[in-house]
């Protein structure tokens, strides 16, 4: 089983959506939480970065990070085509302090 | 904008040749990683430094050496290359503390 799971597969929603992404993870010493995009044949970058529980809020986007129940979401609104992308999640903490585990990502298609 | 940057893009090469790819940074970090990525996968890490001749194996298991002699170097190598070898990798830094990852463009490997 992987330590994070990341859902939903490949989406395509309409320009002005309200977009969920979201990971659920298993170990519970994981304490930092990102989120990256990846656009085709780029790196990633990071976009979201948030510290234990809670919500962060940077424009568009908003983080969320329940650790009680292991579950973090990113929320995009009023998508952009812009915003057609990989988001991928990832989380470092306990042992893996230093290393961050990834999921393997959502790909977003925003259609004009 | 990261100042991280990989060379070469794009390689292809036949079994048995050595390869070397490069990533360099100019932010001071003194954390650098190496991952591995397949198309839909997670990224994978397979080789992490902590600092100038420190260096340690990922996660996943790689034929693949790293050296790292000066701070902002710290390439990869692949003594023998294989078909198995093609992904595409991406090199990373980050600051003391490693949960903000600053990544290249990545190398898309293809060996024949």
């Known amino acids: 089983q992987k330590e994070v799971e990341q859902d939903p597969g490949p989406l395509s929603v309409p320009e002005g959506a309200i977009v969920s992404l979201n990971c659920t993870y298993s170990?519970?010493?994981?304490?930092?939480f990102m989120w990256y995009r990846q656009y085709s044949r780029k790196g990633p970058e990071l976009l979201m970065y948030?510290?234990?529980?809670g919500n962060k809020e940077d424009g568009r986007f908003t983080a969320q990070v329940d650790k009680s129940s292991k579950y973090i979401s990113l929320f995009i609104r009023d998508s952009q085509p812009s915003d057609s992308a990989t988001y991928l999640c990832a989380m470092s903490g306990g042992t893996n302090a230093g290393k961050s585990t990834f999921g393997d990502g959502t790909t977003l298609t925003v259609k004009p | 904008e990261a100042d991280i940057y990989q060379t070469p893009r794009y390689l292809v090469i036949g079994t048995g040749k050595k390869i070397t790819l490069e990533c360099s940074q100019t932010m001071g970090h003194d954390k650098m990683y190496w991952y591995q990525q397949d198309p839909g996968m997670e990224l994978h890490l397979i080789h992490y430094?902590?600092?100038?001749?420190?260096?340690e194996k990922g996660d996943l298991s790689s034929e693949s050496t790293v050296s790292r002699i000066r701070t902002e170097h710290f390439p990869l190598t692949l003594e023998s290359a294989r078909p198995s070898h093609t992904s595409q990798y991406l090199c990373a830094s980050s600051r003391q503390g490693g949960e903000k990852l600053f990544f290249g463009s990545g190398t898309q490997l293809s060996v024949l």
């Open positions: 170990n519970s010493a994981f304490q930092y």
């Open positions: 948030t510290y234990s529980s």
């Open positions: 430094s902590y600092g100038v001749n420190s260096t």
